[in-house]
């Protein structure tokens, strides 16, 4: 099995919803399916914020990784953020979030992303050291604040 990424598609909503699902009850996360169809659906259908990767088999996906996008200031182009990723707890540890997440990378810097950032985890330990191998590094400049309407 490999860490292979596919563009996730509205034809793909069910088996995308319910790894979210799987990952929002993991990580203790509030949401309903409401909440997962209003989220999931714009990205789905070609939103320019963002897009939604399915990892591995398109047929019966182990994972997913969520990426918004921005236009960055300090950066002085396209930045993403890494929202969510995902590999289902019975095949995490075999390098297929390795393997998608660095795809990932590639993809994006060679469409014009200049900066992909990631917050922090439920398990800091796991995901530092694999955003680390991957190169991503503390940002040098404040802390994310955010209001809520």
């Not at 990952?23 to 320019?48: K, N, V």
Request: aromatic fraction near 8%; charged fraction near 15%; include cysteine.
């Amino acid at each position: 099995m490999t860490g292979a990424l596919h563009l996730a598609t509205a034809d793909d909503f069910a088996k995308l919803e319910a790894l979210v699902a799987a990952f929002h009850a993991e990580h203790q996360i509030t949401s309903d399916a409401t909440h997962r169809q209003t989220a999931l659906q714009p990205l789905l259908e070609g939103s320019p914020y963002g897009v939604a990767y399915l990892i591995g088999p398109r047929r019966a996906p182990v994972g997913y990784v969520i990426v918004t996008f921005t236009w960055s200031m300090a950066f002085a182009g396209l930045s993403g953020t890494i929202e969510e990723v995902f590999i289902r707890p019975n095949v995490r540890g075999r390098g297929m979030a390795s393997n998608a997440l660095f795809g990932l990378c590639q993809t994006l810097e060679n469409n014009g992303v200049v900066a992909l950032h990631v917050e922090g985890s439920p398990n800091p330990s796991t995901s530092s050291k694999l955003f680390a191998r991957l190169g991503f590094r503390a940002a040098e400049h404040g802390t994310r604040l955010t209001r809520l309407r």
